[in-house]
């Protein structure tokens, strides 16, 4: 079987009976002739954005990656890419001065929402202040979090693993640490509601603020976290690398339990991407080429929100979770990745892997009760009627995914499928719930997973290749260790 070929179009017909049927996946061994552009990532601070090289037309692509290429670990690399965040030798000044005086624009437009600094020191450490208080108020809701899990052996065993996967990857983390706090490509919490959490980040291609450059396809990125260790800076190695070949991206940060509900992280959700349609053109984003992207959790989030907005637009009214109201015609595609479809069926699952039931139930809780079925989007699209107004969907999902089965992602698949909405599922052999995200982008060489969502943003196949930000055998390690 093969995969759907993505639509850029913004408005889409309703399917009518003699449509095509649409495949729900794509055989890993599929070897369709379309067009691939290959994206050999250079070092970043020889690359603004554009560099594309070995371009070919008309190539064969298969799915199984066969042309990926290999990347080694290099401490020079290392070096130059920590170092370069405290050069200022190609910072683009001119560029800078624009962009502040573009936000402080912004702000005085949203007087209840933002603080004008004065001075660019204010404006740093601002910035600083905020980051640090949200990371402050992870920890502390993470502390509270413990009183629901107990000290229980499965808790402390996971928790020393992921201890271990951290430490065995830091040569990667600490390069992204650099970037994130450092970088003049990151603008960090920038709030999108007056409400707790509700911050994003915004990754620019490097020097996008120049004015002959245009709009840049917008990517809204929500992380995963189990619905109660999500952080928006989890999506800082994906938010860094599309930025790299000119997206703009926002990695939208959301209340997450003991802190909020599932109605809460869904207002979230609804809110930031309400905000990023409204302003992202204001930071050089395009509000009519927008994509929305989600991860384990995060894919759960998404779908469900896509899926209210689209039959609230129909004219039912009174959703829970659909507020505020957001026009779906203008995402042009949605992408899902590791993700949590079918709370229902998964509970039990959850409740052997340690998300217990006292505390599962509390998380989907709306109105004194638990809704699990109204809260899957496998069960929530089934028997819509609003095809016409969703976007293009793609489900990215790993086989060896033990914390949301692929089954789970089928069922979803099938269920799109039925409702006549456009979907292709693609599935990665021998990959984990987490390695798509972290591990691949840390051992180099091709990403498939980036590369995917390129290539729905770019209308055609796209193959990058990266630098290593990690030796591979502790990138190994990590995998064999890492508690998702």
Not at 299 to 321: M, N, P, V, W, Y
Request: hydrophobic content about 35%.
């Amino acid at each position: 079987m093969h995969m759907t070929a993505f639509t850029n179009n913004r408005f889409r017909p309703a399917p009518s009976p003699n449509d095509p049927v649409i495949a729900p996946f794509v055989d890993d061994n599929c070897t369709d002739s379309i067009p691939v552009k290959i994206l050999e990532t250079v070092h970043e601070e020889q690359s603004n954005g554009h560099t594309y090289t070995n371009v070919t037309d008309d190539a064969t692509y298969s799915s199984s990656r066969t042309q990926t290429k290999s990347s080694n670990f290099s401490f020079k690399q290392v070096r130059r890419n920590i170092t370069k965040q405290f050069s200022l030798d190609d910072f683009d000044w001119d560029a800078a001065k624009e962009r502040n005086e573009q936000i402080e624009q912004i702000a005085l437009n949203d007087q209840g929402l933002y603080t004008v600094p004065e001075g660019k020191l204010e404006k740093a450490w601002l910035g600083f202040l905020r980051t640090l208080s949200d990371t402050f108020l992870v920890a502390r809701l993470a502390i509270r979090l413990m009183s629901y899990l107990g000290v229980g052996g499965t808790w402390v065993f996971k928790a020393i693993r992921l201890c271990m996967y951290t430490w065995l990857l830091m040569p990667g983390f600490a390069q992204m640490f650099f970037f994130y706090f450092l970088s003049s490509r990151v603008i960090r919490s920038v709030p999108y509601g007056k409400k707790p959490r509700q911050r994003l980040d915004i990754y620019v291609p490097k020097h996008h603020w120049k004015s002959n450059d245009g709009l840049r396809p917008v990517v809204i990125y929500v992380t995963g976290g189990a619905w109660t260790i999500g952080y928006k800076a989890w999506g800082s190695l994906l938010g860094r690398r599309l930025s790299k070949h000119g997206c703009l991206v926002c990695c939208l940060d959301y209340r997450n339990f003991p802190q909020g509900t599932i109605v809460d992280m869904l207002e979230d959700v609804n809110t930031g991407i309400n905000w990023v349609m409204q302003k992202i053109s204001h930071y050089g984003g395009d509000p009519e080429q927008v994509y929305l992207v989600g991860q384990s959790c995060g894919a759960q989030l998404c779908s469900l929100t896509t899926l209210l907005q689209a039959e609230i637009a129909t004219g039912r009214k009174h959703i829970f979770g659909g507020t505020p109201r957001w026009d779906p015609t203008k995402i042009r595609g949605l992408v899902g990745v590791s993700g949590v479809y079918n709370c229902a069926d998964l509970r039990q699952h959850f409740n052997q892997r340690g998300l217990y039931y006292s505390l599962f139930d509390r998380i989907m809780n709306f109105q004194g009760k638990t809704q699990l079925k109204a809260l899957s989007p496998t069960y929530v699209v089934h028997g819509a009627r609003y095809a016409h107004l969703m976007p293009p969907v793609l489900l990215l999902h790993g086989t060896r995914d033990t914390c949301a089965p692929l089954h789970n992602a089928t069922q979803f698949a099938k269920a799109l499928l039925g409702a006549g909405i456009q979907v292709s599922m693609k599935v990665y052999d021998g990959e984990t719930h987490t390695s798509p995200l972290v591990e691949n982008p840390m051992r180099g060489g091709t990403d498939k997973l980036m590369d995917d969502v390129l290539s729905m943003v770019k209308g055609q196949e796209v193959v990058t290749v990266q630098y290593s930000l990690c030796p591979g055998f502790l990138v190994s390690l990590a995998a064999w260790v890492c508690p998702f």
